[in-house]
């Protein structure tokens, strides 16, 4: 009795503690800090695209694009504490992936060498309510004991999680302010669920997200999952965007025959909007689960040897367009897939640095650096 008593008391304690800190607290709206990763202002503010004003989008496609992949909030405070509490709508849990992505938020902090330092990811039970509304998730910690210097912070928001708001809290007393966006030129990345993310550790372990941080520039994320099919609508998307170069991880999804219909169509949409800027085409990535499937390997296989051969027309025919056709792009030692068909954030930043060096020289030629 003795010890069940005790054990009640040392409960109680650290519920008490839990309180204090969450009272401790005050909340600021993400909005009134910097929002980065978006190229549309859209009514709800964690949407990519308005999709409402795209009725030839399927559910699917708009489902997927009210989803914040790429997002993220950038600030700079002094509090020893951060923590962020939501209001959310739809969510899509993943098999196979952590909720740190899915559902959770990835914090990175600038070191003393200017270098952006993973500091935590977190992910609470959230969802929508039995009655089918949204609902507030308590507040979750990312980080706690921090010694009070004023540091700048990139929040990265869930990969598969629709948001309607959020708060960013810090410890009572301290401060917190937006800061002028430290990324460079607006880069559009429009592609499949590899662009999305799927696959990752965390939110921000994507191969955009990697190779932000290290170029430090604004490569934002057009992933639609599984759905990225050189559509008509999405070129009418990103064409209305005011984005600075565009690049595609457009053949991961599309079939040979919808590459063939589509491919023209949709660099001439795009270019008659943004004449003289680049568009990049990326190779897609050597699926695992192709080894010992007969059947799969032929598919993709005819599938990339297509896309090399025609890419080659392409690019002799237009203007700004390029295909960067690396091999190999997570390695080859066949160790960094997650199911067969997604990396995991290892063959993600495998990916990133494989491609760097030709996207780099691609952008510089248009000055974007």
């Known amino acids: 009795m003795k010890r069940f008593a005790k054990l009640l008391l040392t409960f109680a304690v650290v519920t008490v503690a839990f309180s204090v800190s969450a009272a401790e607290l005050r909340y600021v709206d993400a909005q009134t800090l910097t929002h980065l990763g978006k ?3 859209t009514s709800n503010p964690y949407h990519r695209v308005e999709t409402a ?19 993220a909030i950038l ?52 969802g929508i309510g039995s009655d089918g509304k949204e609902r507030l998730e308590r507040p979750l910690a990312l980080v706690k004991n921090m010694d009070g ?26 401060d917190i302010k937006a800061l002028e966006n430290p990324f460079r030129h607006k880069i559009a990345v429009f592609g499949s669920s590899f662009t999305q993310g ?15 941080r290290w170029t430090g520039l604004d490569f934002i994320s057009f992933g639609m999952g599984g759905n990225s099919k050189l559509q008509p609508v999405m070129a009418q998307i990103l064409a209305a965007t005011n984005a600075d170069a565009f690049v ?15 491919i023209h169509p949709f ?8 004449p003289g800027k680049p568009l990049i085409f990326l190779r897609t990535i050597y699926r695992e689960n192709r080894a010992f499937d007969t059947v799969r390997e032929k598919r993709e296989q005819d599938r990339m040897e297509y896309v090399d051969a025609l890419m080659a027309e392409v690019v002799a025919q237009y203007d700004d ?7 190999n792009q997570t390695g080859t030692d066949h160790e960094t897939s997650a199911d067969g068909t997604h990396p995991m954030s290892w063959g993600y930043w495998r990916w990133a640095k494989a491609i760097e060096k030709p996207l780099l020289k691609h952008l510089k030629r248009y000055g974007i650096r």
């Open 149 to 174: 210097k004023r540091r700048k912070f990139l929040l990265y928001l869930p990969l598969y999680l629709e948001i309607t708001h959020l708060d960013i809290g810090v410890v009572e007393g301290s």
């Open 267 to 274: 660099i001439r949409t795009i270019q008659a909007s943004h």
């Open 39 to 41: 190229l549309f202002k």
């Open 198 to 212: 799927h696959g990752a550790t965390n939110s921000g372990q994507t191969y955009l997200g990697f190779l932000q």
């Open 75 to 126: 600030f700079e405070t002094n509090s020893t504490e951060l923590w962020v509490r939501m209001k959310i709508g739809r969510q899509s849990p993943m098999n196979g992936m952590p909720n740190y992505a899915t559902l959770g938020y990835t914090l990175y902090i600038e070191n003393e060498k200017g270098e952006w330092q993973w500091a935590a990811s977190h992910s609470g039970k959230v």
């Open 53 to 71: 004003s795209y009725p030839d989008l399927t559910p699917k496609e708009a489902e997927l694009l009210r989803y914040p992949s790429g997002e």
């Open 321 to 327: 367009v390029y295909f960067i056709a690396v091999k």
């Open 248 to 262: 595609f991880d457009a053949f991961s999804n599309p079939s040979i025959q919808e590459i063939k219909e589509r």
